[in-house]
């Protein structure tokens, strides 16, 4: 499925938003103004990560004013017609969580959390006040990563990425007691880090109803995954979804990946969708659609291959293939807008992809 014909021009691009982007961004310093007309509701939920540009505008004009309060990131998403949000919420206040839990049930929306995991035995305790913050809200799930960055990225060898995967091991364990206790599900994200057969084999060594996986559409075709035996593999195990569409497009070192507004990229969301519903009818999706250049996949280097030696070169052959087929320029170009172009920009992307999932996957 390829919908990347043409691409994004930073004129075009801005002067595509119109006048109802500058209302919503303007919105924020007062999310929930009772006239204000809410746009019809998506089952969608927006990932807080969505809006960083959107935060960080606001907060130039208004050092007072955090978009990723709970509260206001909540009335926010509500505001552009989206079904929830995922958000690291801290630890609240009584009358916070209180302010927090009504309004979601007020106006049907769901809420999900982002926590870290405990790193050691002594970050137990941060852990379990997180965790019991996010059942007070309502939480239907807490997000959470377990290796830190980016495997071809953030390691220097094999040996350090094994060390990496024992203390992932080992914090998720830590997480049991605490998930089972709260009896609210610990969603762990797929993120470049782990393939996906791994990431199942650890799920099963852990082997608790509360233990599972943040599925992420998008992130294993950067380890070189076909995106739907991925799904496949993460699907049973599933508690969370970032929905995402992907562009990508060929390189020296190997290919660009970039996030795109939904049916804009090559990724078949819709069978994607469907086979998620087949195994867990009653999981969130929520848009992770992160609003920034692409980012390289360079596995052609030496590097690349030494830190996943599993890989053939059949299976970057394939790959690049691949891309090559689904090879586009529209990827979003952000760093040459001003911070206020680049706001109105991911406020467009969030608005597309919320629509696209109405009309097209029934979200």
């Keep these: 499925m390829n919908h990347a014909e043409t691409p994004i021009r930073r004129r075009a691009a801005l002067h595509s938003l119109g006048g109802a982007t500058i209302g919503i961004v303007t919105a924020v310093t007062s999310l929930a103004q009772p006239h204000r007309r809410v ?19 606001r907060k130039q004009l208004n ?15 509500h505001t552009v017609g989206a079904g929830g949000m995922q958000i690291a919420l801290g630890q609240l206040s009584d ?11 007020q106006n049907s929306l769901f809420v999900e959390a982002i926590a ?24 239907a799930a807490v997000r959470t990563v377990i290796m830190p960055g980016r495997r071809y990225e953030q390691f220097k060898s094999l040996e350090e990425v094994q060390t990496a995967e024992s203390h992932a091991r080992q914090m998720v364990e830590r997480a049991v007691p605490v ?22 084999a ?7 109803e509360f233990i599972g996986a943040c599925v992420d559409t998008g992130n294993s075709l950067a380890l070189l995954e076909d995106p739907l035996e991925t799904i496949e593999q993460l699907a049973p195990w599933a508690k969370s979804v970032h929905l995402k569409d ?49 980012l390289s996949v360079p596995c052609l280097t030496k590097r690349y291959r030494e830190l996943l030696p599993e890989i053939t070169d059949q299976t ?34 969030v608005q597309q992809s919320l629509k696209w999932a109405q009309e097209n996957l029934m979200l």
Excluded at 63 to 77: R, V
Excluded at 95 to 105: G, N
Excluded at 263 to 270: I, R
């Design 39 to 57: 746009p019809r509701r998506s089952s969608l939920g927006l990932v807080s990560y969505c809006c960083n540009l959107l935060r960080r505008q």
């Design 179 to 200: 998930m089972e206790k709260y009896r609210i599900p610990l969603a762990i994200e797929n993120h470049k880090d782990q393939p996906g057969y791994e990431r199942v």
């Design 95 to 105: 009358s916070s969580l209180a302010q927090l839990k009504t309004y979601a049930e």
């Design 246 to 294: 992907q562009a990508v497009s060929r390189t020296e070192e190997g290919f660009l990946l970039g996030d795109i507004p939904l049916g804009q990229g090559f990724l078949p969301l819709t069978r994607i969708v469907e086979l998620l519903r087949e195994q867990q009818p009653h999981v969130n999706f929520s848009l992770e659609l992160i609003t920034r250049e692409p």
């Design 63 to 77: 050092a007072a004013t955090d978009l990723f309060q709970p509260l206001n990131f909540l009335q926010y998403c």
């Design 116 to 139: 870290n995991p405990p790193r050691d035995q002594a970050d137990v305790a941060r852990f379990d006040r997180d965790i019991r913050t996010a059942r007070d809200a309502g939480a």
């Design 202 to 208: 650890l799920l099963r060594h852990i082997s608790s």
């Design 316 to 349: 970057v052959q394939t790959m690049l293939d691949t891309v090559m087929k689904n090879q586009t320029q529209r990827h979003l170009q952000v760093s040459s807008l001003t911070a206020e172009q680049q706001a109105e920009l991911e406020v467009s992307n």
